[in-house]
């Protein structure tokens, strides 16, 4: 394997000043899960993963979060904080450190994710793929309580169980190559969501992975609850695992 | 400002658990906690520094790793900045006693959860003026009495007061100490400022008072945290703090 640093960039949107009384104090990716945060989770899973080298993009209090992390090294890896210019976490951010990515793929992520899957899984196989983009999905299963009643007129015919309705979602981790930025230097799609509705737009192949480990959307302060106990219960409960968080 | 000025000193009172402000304490170390874009110690330490101390200690325990790498050495605030960190909690008086040999010139000492706009070098140079080894910045607390207060003699109603406040005076958790009020504070033990000014008196020993007239505030309680957001308009509002 080679030693080069992979990289990864962040790119985290904070509820900014519109969030709770406490939470608008402080950043979203430094809320509290047990006596760790969500960002700093996030930069020693990445460094157990081989991923050194990590850009963090906030659109929220950079000064203060750069400050609070220092250079990285307490977590394993060579940390460079920076401020969303318009905050809109659009993929032209990408395209603007282009140059710093250089040729190697990186990993993308979204700072909200809580999880316990290996990074470095979706990285390899993106790598391993023609096409410059790789997204990370999460399979997710609504299922129905209730039976599904079929009417004919008046008369009911048949009665069924209600089938599961399965759906895929972005897991707000991407593999990118370097050649995909080019095409985006100008491009006003919002976070990185935003940047593969635009190549599947133009046709562009994307490749999809399936996270099939503990995943967690942290968006709201309601999931933060779940992420604290979530934390609670992989990094000190019954199940600690040998990754744990 | 003189050399001699330069070398005025302060310690920080930073080691303290925040335990009225978990879960984020949990994280983040009370003095780190933001107040707009600035840590409550980076803003006391500016101030400090603008007000002619120099050399600043920071008094440490709990999730000490944090403080320090969030502060360095305090190059960038413009003054030497030093950890002394405790082994265990001290309480608010006993970290000085590790730092009996540094202490030689009457020196500040601040809780890390205060936000205050007091001017730090009249206050300095007042406890300097005074015939006393500690001088305690205090803080008037009104706390308003929403009744008629009534007085009476047997039968007989002598006076009647309309919504007086009740007016008292808390602890500001500023000071300036000197250094004959070091060898109060026993080593190794947990020894608060409040029993340091008993010890004081008990000694016949004068502790004067410095009353602070100037925005105040304790974050240590999560309606005041909140509050010092409101605030914190305040303290950056050209480069007042």
Do not use: H
């Not at chain 1, 659009?90 to 992520?109: C, N, R, T, V």
């Not at chain 1, 309580?145 to 169980?161: E, H, K, P, R």
């Not at chain 2, 107040?35 to 000490?64: C, D, M, P």
């Not at chain 2, 947990?190 to 004068?206: H, N, S, T, W």
């Amino acid at each position: 394997m080679s030693k080069k640093p992979k990289k990864a960039v962040i790119i985290s949107k904070d509820f900014g000043a519109s969030g709770r009384p406490l939470t608008s104090a402080i950043p979203k990716s430094l809320l509290p899960l047990g006596t760790s945060t969500l960002l700093e989770i996030q930069l020693t899973r990445l460094s157990k993963a081989g991923f050194n080298d990590v850009i963090y993009f906030t659109n929220y209090k950079k000064d203060y979060i750069e400050r609070f992390l220092g250079s990285g090294s307490d977590y394993g890896v060579r940390l460079s904080v920076r401020k969303e210019a318009d905050e809109t976490g659009s993929a032209a951010i990408l395209a603007s450190i282009a140059d710093e990515l250089g040729e190697a793929p990186f990993l993308g992520l979204n700072g909200d994710i809580l999880t316990l899957f290996d990074y470095n899984k979706l990285y390899k196989y993106g790598c391993a793929q023609e096409s410059p983009f790789t997204a990370g999905v999460r399979r997710v299963v609504a299922s129905s309580t209730f039976a599904n009643v079929v009417i004919d007129g008046d008369n009911i015919t048949a009665i069924m169980a209600s089938p599961d309705r399965v759906s895929y979602i972005l897991a707000g981790m991407y593999v990118f190559k370097p050649e995909a930025l080019a095409s985006f230097a100008t491009s006003e799609a919002p976070l990185m969501e935003g940047f593969l509705r635009e190549a599947t737009g133009k046709g562009q192949a994307v490749r999809k992975f399936e996270v099939d480990d503990y995943w967690l959307d942290v968006g709201s302060i309601d999931d933060l609850e779940k992420a604290q106990m979530d934390y609670a219960y992989y990094s000190t409960g019954a199940d600690r695992r040998s990754d744990a968080l | 400002m003189t050399a001699a000025q330069m070398t005025q000193k302060a310690v920080i009172l930073s080691g303290g658990l925040g335990s009225r402000l978990q879960p984020f304490t949990a994280a983040i170390p009370k003095p780190l906690l933001p107040v707009g874009e600035k840590a409550v110690l980076e803003i006391q330490i500016e101030r400090l520094v603008r007000s002619g101390f120099g050399e600043i200690y920071l008094a440490t325990n709990y999730k000490s790793g944090y403080i320090e790498r969030f502060l360095g050495d305090g190059r960038e605030y413009g003054c030497k900045l030093t950890v002394s960190k405790e082994e265990k909690p001290l309480g608010t008086a006993g970290p000085l006693s590790l730092l009996r040999d540094e202490l030689t010139e009457p020196f500040l000492v601040m809780n890390g959860d205060v936000l205050s706009l007091v001017d730090l070098s009249e206050m300095y140079a007042f406890a300097c003026s005074v015939d006393a080894p500690f001088v305690a910045g205090i803080k008037k607390q009104i706390t308003p009495f929403s009744f008629g207060n009534i007085f009476f003699e047997g039968d007989y109603v002598t006076k009647v007061e309309e919504k007086p406040d009740f007016v008292t005076y808390a602890l500001a958790g500023i000071y300036v100490l000197k250094p004959e009020i070091l060898p109060l504070i026993p080593d190794d033990e947990c020894f608060g400022i409040d029993q340091l000014i008993l010890k004081a008196m008990e000694l016949e020993m004068p502790v004067a008072k410095y009353e602070i007239n100037e925005y105040w505030l304790d974050i240590g309680r999560e309606d005041d945290y909140r509050r010092a957001q409101g605030d914190a308009a305040m303290f950056y509002k050209d480069g007042e703090f």
